[in-house]
């Protein structure tokens, strides 16, 4: 099975960037969709960002033009640049992964990380 594990959360102020990686296990990375979703306490799931298998990326329209999506097969890689970061960012986020069409919706994806914790003070 693909195993996923993100890294890169944090305690950040409003305002500050950080990235976030996500790592899969299998070398048919390249094969997959992936996507980021979070959540909150009390919240429920929401998407943030999926990039397909040649390239194309969606999001959220509440994190447009602050955060991007991208890849890298060479080293089975998923990163997510949030910039600009406000305190309703503040969430679990997970990646996940999976030959899917519907690259934004959560129940498309079979695989899942642990998710991390991104923190945002104001």
């Known amino acids: 099975q693909v195993q996923l594990v993100e890294s890169g959360g944090g305690l950040v102020q409003t305002g500050d960037s950080l990235r976030l990686s996500c790592t899969a296990s299998?070398?048919?990375?390249?094969?997959?969709?992936m996507g980021w979703f979070r959540q909150a306490p009390g919240k429920e799931r929401e998407f943030v960002a999926a990039?397909?298998?040649?390239?194309?990326?969606l999001y959220v329209d509440s994190v447009k033009g602050r955060f991007i999506i991208s890849r890298d097969n060479t080293q089975n890689t998923l990163y997510l640049q949030m910039n600009s970061l406000k305190p309703e960012d503040t969430a679990v986020y997970y990646c996940a992964a999976g030959l899917v069409v519907a690259i934004e919706k959560a129940s498309s994806y079979p695989y899942w990380g642990q998710g991390t914790q991104v923190t945002v003070s104001s």
């Open positions: 990039v397909g298998r040649i390239g194309g990326t």
């Open positions: 299998e070398g048919t990375f390249s094969r997959y969709a």
